[in-house]
């Protein structure tokens, strides 16, 4: 079993789990909050809209758990570490910290501004990296927790369009690998988690055809899954994202070869 066994801890039965999902209020964030309330887990939602959070918390299919509302901006690490110690104080002890808020915007390299870029890295990076820094002490004090990090299939590689958002998620990637390889001997699970296409209010942005698009419930879904599961990575679906798996071990000629075939970019 040594070799095939989960990568993480095993995580507590849903029903005694305490998580704080933070970009809970819409898209893949409120899906997995909402399966895991469905589970009867106790979780705390965070995002900016505290009316979007409310609606989340009292979906009547979500009602079997208890659901802690505490409004932030990511962005803010005063807020954040605010919010972490009221979630703490309320729950006593935290199982998992998902961190699923994010942005997205496409850019050419004729379209690059540095203030926009700044901006996306502040939220996609920066801010994750802010949350991690403000959960680890007390994580790190229980003996026991794990930290879920949302990255994208899109870090994998270069891709068009993904100009400055393929990077900040190729960091996340590198980032919780490194994060995985310092907490796993103290008992702190990482998961980084790939998702590819899903409909979500960014994916609405995006004017090109994205293979293999999934809803945010089944993401949820896939995700629930792979955090049973104690799996390291939870990517998917997996049709894509295997495909880009392959893709990650051509030579560069093949690789770019490939991608402009497939985008027409």
């Avoid at 899903?198 to 055809?209: C, E, G, I, M, S």
Wanted: hydrophobic share 50%; charged share 20%; proline share 6%.
């Amino acid at each position: 079993m040594g070799f095939l066994a989960p990568l993480n801890p095993p995580l507590p039965a849903w029903k005694e789990a305490r998580v704080w999902v933070i970009g809970a209020s819409y898209g893949i964030g409120a899906e997995v909050a909402r399966a895991l309330l469905a589970r009867g887990a106790h979780v705390a939602l965070s995002a900016r809209s505290a009316d979007k959070l409310r609606d989340v918390a009292g979906d009547p299919a979500a009602a079997r758990g208890a659901a802690l509302i505490e409004p932030l901006d990511f962005t803010d690490a005063a807020a954040v570490a605010a919010a972490w110690q009221r979630v703490l104080a309320a729950f006593k002890r935290v199982d998992l910290v998902l961190i699923v808020a994010g942005t997205h915007k496409e850019v050419r390299a004729w379209e690059l501004s540095d203030a926009e870029s700044r901006a996306l890295l502040e939220v996609n990076l920066l801010a994750p990296i802010g949350a991690v820094a403000a959960v680890l002490p007390a994580l790190l004090a229980q003996g026991r927790g794990a930290i879920g990090i949302v990255s994208s299939l899109a870090g994998y590689r270069g891709l068009p369009k993904a100009l400055v958002y393929g990077p900040s998620k190729a960091a996340l990637i590198n980032f919780a690998e490194t994060l995985y390889l310092d907490l796993r001997p103290r008992n702190i699970g990482v998961y980084v988690i790939n998702p590819g296409f899903v409909k979500t209010p960014l994916t609405d942005r995006n004017a090109f055809p994205m293979p293999h698009l999934i809803s945010a419930e089944d993401a949820a879904e896939q995700i629930v899954g792979g955090l049973e599961r104690g799996e390291f990575e939870i990517h998917f679906p997996k049709a894509f994202s295997r495909q880009l798996k392959m893709l990650r071990h051509l030579p560069y000629r093949l690789y770019f070869a490939a991608v402009r075939r497939a985008t027409g970019l």
